[in-house]
């Protein structure tokens, strides 16, 4: 291995290593920690200078991305964050789902049972209708 990819693999590795103490020690791990503020972190324990940003950001949003303690969540509310707090997120999510369906197929049951028996004597009073005018 030639020095160069030595020194490039020992940068790389500071970085992960920097973000990674950063995400354990530095945030208190609830909610959601932004991709700028987690920066600012990694930058100080690296003791980089603002102008290496860009190289130390795509290296450290790399790390995130594929680490598997995180979940990395887009949009205006998204951030780097646990993945058990982002799993338990979702389990409440498809309960609230499953009992909706539940409520719904309740509902439609209901409605289908009033419907029929709506159907069955609405055919009574017609026959009924029709012997008392016979």
Known sequence: MSEQVKIATKNVESIFTATEE??????????KIQFPTLLGMVLVRLNETAERADEVDAYMRSFVRNHPKYNVA???????????????????KAAVEA?????KTK???????LTSATVATTETLEVEQEQAVA
């Open 22 to 31: 950063a995400l354990e020690q530095d945030w208190d791990q609830v909610g």
């Open 74 to 92: 887009r949009g205006a509310k998204g951030g780097v964050e646990l993945m058990s707090s982002y799993e338990k997120r979702q389990a409440a």
């Open 99 to 103: 009992a909706k369906a539940g409520v």
């Open 107 to 113: 509902i439609e049951a209901k409605v289908a049972a």
